[in-house]
């Protein structure tokens, strides 16, 4: 296992009605600004609650924040929070409204001259706004985490920064948000939660059992939670236990003393950049080429894995790995998300543009940073 370091001081509020106790959460005095995203608050009835648990205290609002957050919209954000005084930030909302709010409260004690820096050229944030959560759509693990993912609309990209600075100071996790949400939302969040998993378990063999069988048990969670939440959304059990592990998936704890890959994210982050994709769809396209192209480096954890999680245990090696990519797929399949690029729309045209800008980049991504723009020109054509 490898040196590590772990804190993570995110308190977490879990269940039903946790929300009405937010109140005793935020600063008694001092404004705090609400940040919400396109309206679902107001059709599901969060806005209401959080409104009440927050009657008396001195509330502004900023709403609109799209999915993948665009930065020019926060900046917006950011003014108002400067001339306002703003001393809290209050994300009521999914993984985009949430990374926005640690952008917006990362932006506005900039010390430098242009934010984009933050996500640019990695400008390093020390001191942000504090954050509280109340999460309404879990996926993306944001909610106990320090990172943050920000597109850009000029300039077609999409980057994420990372600080403790703007890990929130509580959030709240209410598995009854779920109810509301459409089925694209849930097959999103199962993808996702599942994908960063894979993204800090598949890579090589490092002997961390403990880390392994934590990150097995997320995996088989959400194969066996995720379809009940999207067939019966009213099902509170299946919603919690889906909630509890999207969160689990990314806090910290099963990357530690691990490799970690990401390269999946790093080129799906791309496909959203240029199409405006869903980021798990992104992830569905772009896993099983990983999987295959990468089978060698991964080989180990490939066949730990298809035994472990799917029980596959006849037949060689490559066999193996080929029934266990067959089963990712499935899952994602049965999720209800498609995993092919032209499922998308997306034209050959778009894998030259992506493997140009890592080149431009220069980025070498994955566990043994050994994946470049060719490889990434390999991985995509393989998802035509
Ligand atoms: O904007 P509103 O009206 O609230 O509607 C949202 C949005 O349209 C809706 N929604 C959210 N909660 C709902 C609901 N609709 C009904 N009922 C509810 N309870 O769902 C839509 C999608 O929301 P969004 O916040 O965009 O989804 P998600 O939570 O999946 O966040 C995706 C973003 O997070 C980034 C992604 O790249 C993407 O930009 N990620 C952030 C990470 C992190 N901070 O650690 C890691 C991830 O890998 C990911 O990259
Ligand atoms: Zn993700």
């Given at each position: 296992m490898n040196n590590f370091i772990f804190q993570n001081p995110v308190k977490i509020l879990f269940g039903?009605?946790?929300?009405?106790?937010?109140a005793s959460e935020l600063p008694a005095k001092g404004k705090i600004m609400l940040t919400y995203g396109g309206g679902s608050i107001f059709r599901n009835g969060v806005y209401d609650q959080v409104k009440e648990a927050i009657k008396g205290l001195d509330v502004i609002e900023f709403g609109g924040i799209e999915p993948n957050p665009k930065f020019e919209t926060l900046m917006k954000a950011v003014a108002i929070c400067q001339t306002e005084q703003v001393d809290f930030l209050l994300s009521v909302g999914g993984g985009s409204v949430l990374d926005g709010s640690k952008f917006i409260a990362a932006a506005v004690c900039f010390q430098g001259e242009d934010p984009w820096d933050i996500l640019a050229?990695?400008?390093?944030?020390t001191n942000a706004l504090p954050i509280g959560a109340i999460l309404t759509l879990p996926a993306t693990g944001s909610e106990m985490n320090g990172n943050s993912v920000v597109s850009r609309i000029e300039t077609q990209e999409k980057l994420a920064f990372g600080s403790p600075?703007?890990?929130?100071k509580f959030s709240v996790l209410d598995p009854e948000v779920i109810f509301s949400l459409p089925d694209r939302q849930i097959s999103n969040g199962v993808v996702d939660a599942f994908v960063h998993v894979m993204e800090q378990y598949l890579t090589y063999p490092v002997n961390s059992p403990l880390q392994d069988r934590f990150a097995e048990g997320i995996l088989q969670t959400l194969v066996e939670e995720g379809p009940k939440v999207l067939a019966n959304r009213k099902d509170y059990e299946a919603a919690a236990n889906f909630m509890w592990s999207a969160t689990m998936a990314l806090n910290g704890l099963i990357a530690v003393g691990v490799p970690q890959d990401w390269a999946t994210h790093m080129i799906g982050h791309e496909l959203t950049a240029y199409h405006g994709i869903d980021h798990a769809q992104t992830l569905a396209i772009v896993l099983p080429g990983m999987m295959n192209l990468k089978r060698k480096n991964k080989k180990a954890k490939l066949l730990q894995y298809g035994e472990r999680i799917w029980g596959i245990t006849e037949g060689n090696n490559d066999q193996r790995i080929d029934a266990a990519i067959g089963k990712t797929i499935e899952f994602f399949e049965k999720m209800g998300i498609k995993t092919k690029l032209p499922d998308y729309g997306v034209p050959s045209d778009t894998i030259t543009k992506i493997a140009n800008r890592f080149q431009q980049r220069g980025f070498k991504i994955g566990e043994h940073a050994d994946i470049g723009p060719e490889e990434v020109g390999e991985i995509l054509r393989s998802r035509l």
């Open positions: 039903k009605g946790q929300i009405n106790e937010i050229k990695q400008a390093e944030v600075a703007v890990m929130p």
